[in-house]
């Protein structure tokens, strides 16, 4: 059986995408969709959901609308987390309530959504239910994860378990979904669609994990924006978090020094709480995190019951997420 590499099933994505048709009226709706999806990204949704699909199944590209209608369903999500924010740039380009404005990035957003829906819909009438239950709780799930992370903001007492939760509902759920639907669409036996969902859960929190390390330690023409804006914007990460519960009195008091000033220098700021980091060791407890949940995606891809070497794509693919710089 043919097992497709990560390049070859990115290509065919890409490829797909750029060939959907926008031809419903008025075009100004659907200008901020394909800006949006043509912009970049490294497609890691629709690729895993391919790469599921594939470990019972050849010619992964049969399903490649329902893949699509996940990263469509991202980029919304990202187009309207851009609009919270008040971000100018998405991956080196202008966002869209810049480029346009606000009102359409709502209304560009929410139309967005509706294609996410229409595309994920175009599977087997025997899993369409099925599909839409996954997809339904998922979307659910990130909006409750958005909204967790932007409460966050206002509290100085989140956990470590509660960050944790959080980016698990943000971002794990939907590499999940990803991989569970290309199980659920490859007929993959129950429990094998179960140990897929979990493998994209722990998949997803080495993700995030690996982003609140990169934000801070990355190399920016390699990661693409300014390191540190987690720092500059005190943003709740599992760095911050675990800095304060690490940190001795002296540092403690700095860091809330930094946390609280209404002025500063952002390269200083950024320079001073990284130091702080150095000091505290919390680029190796974040590594070691990372590690934590990659291995533990090893242990259930190993789980899933398929041959060895039918997993060598999806194996191959989690190394290189592993060892991303950007």
């Not at 242990?299 to 060895?308: F, G, I, K, R």
Request: proline residues 3%; negative net charge.
């Amino acid at each position: 059986m043919k097992q497709l590499p990560s390049d070859e099933i990115l290509k065919k994505v890409n490829d797909f995408l750029s060939s959907l048709p926008y031809d419903r009226k008025p075009a100004s709706l659907y200008e901020p969709v394909q800006y949006v999806l043509a912009i970049g990204g490294k497609r890691i949704r629709p690729v895993l959901t391919l790469l599921g699909y594939n470990l019972w199944r050849e010619q992964p590209e049969d399903i490649l609308m329902p893949a699509i209608g996940l990263e469509t369903y991202h980029n919304y999500t990202l187009l309207h987390d851009d609009l919270m924010d008040n971000a100018d740039v998405r991956r080196g380009q202008m966002t869209v309530h810049k480029k346009w404005d606000a009102n359409k990035a709502i209304l560009s957003g929410d139309s967005m959504l509706v294609l996410a829906y229409q595309r994920v819909a175009q599977v087997p009438a025997d899993k369409l239910q099925q599909v839409l239950d996954l997809f339904t709780i998922t979307a659910l799930e990130i909006g409750e994860g958005q909204e967790y992370d932007m409460s966050f903001e206002t509290r100085n007492d989140v956990t470590e378990d509660e960050y944790i939760e959080m980016i698990r509902l943000k971002t794990s759920v939907l590499l999940a979904c990803a991989l569970k639907m290309g199980a659920i669409l490859a007929d993959a036996p129950k429990q094998d669609c179960e140990r897929m969902y979990r493998l994209g859960e722990q998949i997803g929190l080495a993700f995030q994990l690996q982003d609140d390390l990169l934000d801070v330690y990355g190399d920016p023409k390699l990661f693409g924006k300014a390191v540190g804006g987690d720092i500059a914007s005190n943003k709740k990460t599992y760095m911050l978090i675990n800095a304060f519960n690490r940190a001795n009195d002296k540092q403690r008091a700095e860091l809330s020094r930094w946390i609280n000033a209404k002025t500063f220098n952002r390269e200083v700021k950024v320079a001073e709480v990284t130091r702080l980091y150095d000091d505290i060791g919390i680029r190796e407890l974040c590594e070691q995190k990372i590690n934590y949940y990659f291995e533990q995606a090893r242990q259930t891809l190993a789980e899933v019951d398929v041959p060895a070497e039918r997993k060598q794509a999806l194996s191959a693919y989690m190394d290189e997420l592993l060892h991303r710089n950007k």
